[in-house]
């Protein structure tokens, strides 16, 4: 990507430095989307980490400081914190500035933070669609969001200009952008994105609470499938918990649809009834084909990941006769 010739906002606070924080930070800083950048943290551990990394002009002790003159301000926090930290900035954010969320939940953070911030300022919300299961103010880069998308869901009278300017800010940072109402963001990412996590963790749990099945076992013999479920159980504890219960009338929905579907496999499974498992399959096959055609995952082998290189020699193969 080829960084902007002017910057679209002059000062940009991010409250909250974790995955999403620092990447919009790094991201923001190698495109020349900002002038400069002001963040805190809620430890003093994560701050005196970030100054350390250089990636912020400026780290400071509290929210209402961060956000003083800033015209773009991003709280980068787990949705139950919403709220709260609205109503501790709301009082020190500059007329005309922008105030954002990278929340996964849309309805919840409109309506915590919302009924706190001055008319003087433009709320429009957002969730960019990236992460991975590591969080701390190490783990976010600038290549994030390239290529995923950005939900914005501006509530109804927002300044079209102002949310335009903030689409702008995530394609600069290489994401698409897509706007749509709060509650259908909550129902489409919930079976896209909250019902997936609470299964993982559900399979997960239930893999170490087997007594029959040693913890060593679960962890030598996981195949791919059982892997992945672990990299996305992996993911930040807290935050997890506020998306649940944020969005629980969501998430109950497409869990109630996720059991009648899986209830119909069960029938099929007990009645050998082949040929619905093979459509259901070949049905779900297609669709991770589209994920890959449209460019939201790779083709590559294992999901891409690296893999050490064969032994020069080959190895002996004893028991080669028992398995030809």
């Known amino acids: 990507m080829t960084p ?5 906002y002059s000062r940009l606070a991010l409250i909250g430095f974790g995955l ?10 190698a495109q020349g989307a900002v002038r400069s950048i002001v963040t805190t943290a809620r430890s003093a551990a994560t701050r005196k980490r970030v100054a350390e990394l250089g990636i912020a002009d400026q780290v400071v ?5 961060a956000v003083e003159g800033a015209d773009l301000v991003i709280v980068c926090i787990p949705v139950g914190a919403c709220g709260e930290v609205a109503k501790e900035i709301a009082a020190h954010l500059a007329p005309g500035a922008t105030v954002s969320d990278v929340g996964s ?3 919840a953070v409109v309506r915590d933070m919302a009924p706190h911030l001055p008319k003087h300022v433009h709320f429009v919300p957002a969730h960019p669609v990236a992460g991975t299961e590591n969080s701390g103010p190490d783990s976010g880069f600038a290549e994030l969001f390239v290529n995923r998308w950005c939900i914005l869901t501006p509530p109804d009278g927002a300044d079209p200009a102002a949310v335009e300017r903030l689409a702008s800010f995530w394609r600069a940072l290489g994401a698409n952008v897509e706007s ?9 990412l919930g079976i896209t994105s909250h019902l997936p996590h609470l ?25 791919g499938g059982f892997r992945d ?26 869990l109630g649809r996720f059991s009648e579907d899986l209830s119909a496999l069960t029938r099929a499974m ?21 994920i890959v055609e449209i460019g939201q995952d790779s083709p590559a082998p294992d999901f891409g990941r690296a893999h050490p290189g064969l032994p020069a020699e080959p190895l002996p193969r004893p028991y080669a006769a028992d398995n030809e």
């Open 105 to 107: 939940v849309k309805g």
């Open 229 to 254: 479920f672990t990299r996305i159980a992996a993911s930040d504890p807290t935050m997890w918990r506020d998306i649940f219960l944020a969005n629980k009338d969501a998430v109950l929905e497409m």
């Open 270 to 290: 007990r009645a050998g009834d082949g040929q619905t498992l093979f459509d259901h399959f070949t049905r779900t096959r297609a669709i991770r084909r589209g």
């Open 4 to 8: 902007l010739k002017q910057p679209i």
């Open 61 to 65: 002790e509290t929210n209402a400081a």
């Open 180 to 188: 749509m109402p709060a509650d259908h963001h909550d129902l489409v």
């Open 20 to 29: 999403i924080g620092g990447s919009i930070a790094r991201a923001a800083r």
């Open 199 to 223: 299964i993982a963790y559900t399979i997960v749990g239930t893999a170490d609470e087997l007594s029959e099945v040693t913890r060593s076992e679960v962890l030598k013999f996981s195949a």
